[in-house]
């Protein structure tokens, strides 16, 4: 049962526009999200984080939305090559790891 | 900032042998390690919570016995894939959580490949 679904697998957008990167989950339990980057064999690195009862968290260029039942939503703006990775969404529940999304972004 | 070393991060061992994977808390001082598995294009997978100097918690369907983890000091936790298979090829990473801290406080190593063949 994934309590933590990304339902998009990739993501293709052009240097200098919005990425945007969601993220549904199924456990009312859960009160916290995190979101976290992923280069090929290397372990995750922690992007930000939002807590169940805030609908808005920004750092930068990273912007991660909780406006909607059940449902985040990851905004990079404006998107950079080097932000191609795989992004995972986790709740804080010993970090239920959603399936992640393949981000591209072409120069 | 926390710093979590994972070693090795790439083996190739026999069927039928064992493999040990360390986890090290370098700048602090982590009383609970998590054991995560990730197949290719899909989601880390918790394994186990390494508890220090107590019994490891693991998930359903986890075999206990195969996957040994041991967490014998506040900085170090092991974990033994006896017995390897082809199936158990995969990527292990390990995270450790600083004190004090909440969710954000995650740290995970760089991972271990480990291919059997």
Redesign the interface.
């Known amino acids: 049962d994934q309590q933590v679904k990304q339902n998009s697998p990739s993501l293709s957008v052009q240097e200098g526009r919005i990425s945007i990167l969601n993220c549904d989950y199924t456990n009312s339990m859960f009160d916290y999200f995190l979101w976290y980057k992923k280069y090929p064999a290397e372990g995750p690195t922690f992007l930000i984080s939002i807590s169940s009862i805030k609908d808005k968290n920004e750092d930068g260029r990273f912007t991660v939305l909780n406006k909607s039942a059940k449902h985040l939503s990851l905004h990079i703006v404006p998107s950079q090559p080097g932000d191609s990775a795989v992004y995972f969404c986790a709740a804080n529940s010993r970090l239920t790891f959603g399936e992640g999304t393949q981000l591209t972004v072409n120069p | 900032g926390a710093v979590?070393s994972?070693h090795p991060?790439r083996v190739i061992c026999k069927s039928g042998t064992s493999v040990k994977i360390e986890c090290r808390s370098l700048d602090f001082q982590a009383t609970t390690m998590?054991w995560?598995r990730q197949f290719p294009?899909?989601?880390?997978?918790?394994m186990a919570?390494s508890n220090e100097g107590s019994k490891a918690t693991y998930e359903q369907g986890v075999e206990k016995d195969k996957f040994l983890i041991n967490h014998a000091s506040l900085t170090l936790s092991t974990l033994t894939v006896t017995s390897a298979h082809p199936e158990d090829s995969s990527?292990y990473?390990c995270?450790a959580r600083r004190p004090r801290t909440?969710?954000?406080g995650?740290?995970?190593?760089?991972?271990t490949?480990l291919t059997v063949v």
């Open positions: 979590v994972q991060s998590f995560y294009k899909q989601s880390l997978m918790l919570t990527f990473i995270s909440g969710g954000s995650y740290t995970f190593g760089s991972g490949r």
